[in-house]
């Protein structure tokens, strides 16, 4: 139920700590439900699912790249993009062509 949470409102969610208040348990142990369902730390898969939904918006929207992050849950354009760079190896804008080229073809 952990994971199916996080996942489910991982737009919300700021960190582990307020995922063990909602579900009565302690931080730690909200990691090591993560951690065993998907083999990723928290975090790692707190950015999966929020970049999940960023990639939706960037292949099917024109939104701006600011607009994106906010509704896929970041708090800053940069944070975003720097996230979504590591992550998935190319700049949100690179991969909105990306898409784009995609379609077109």
């Given at each position: 139920?952990?994971?199916?949470?996080?996942?489910?409102?991982?737009?919300?969610?700021?960190?582990?700590?307020?995922?063990?208040?909602?579900?009565?348990?302690?931080?730690?142990?909200?990691?090591?439900?993560?951690?065993?369902?998907?083999d990723?730390?928290?975090?790692?898969?707190?950015?999966?699912?929020?970049?999940?939904?960023?990639?939706?918006?960037?292949?099917?929207?024109?939104?701006?790249?600011?607009?994106?992050?906010?509704?896929?849950?970041f708090?800053?354009?940069?944070?975003?993009?720097?996230?979504?760079?590591?992550?998935?190896?190319?700049?949100?804008?690179?991969?909105?062509?990306?898409?784009?080229?995609?379609?077109?073809?």
């Open positions: 139920p952990v994971v199916a949470y996080v996942y489910k409102h991982a737009i919300q969610i700021r960190d582990r700590e307020e995922v063990a208040a909602h579900f009565s348990i302690s931080p730690d142990t909200v990691s090591s439900r993560v951690r065993q369902a998907t990723q730390a928290f975090r790692e898969f707190l950015h999966t699912c929020r970049l999940k939904i960023a990639r939706n918006l960037l292949a099917e929207t024109t939104l701006d790249i600011a607009a994106v992050a906010e509704r896929a849950g708090r800053t354009t940069s944070h975003f993009s720097r996230i979504f760079r590591h992550l998935e190896d190319m700049s949100p804008t690179q991969y909105r062509r990306k898409m784009r080229a995609k379609k077109a073809s």
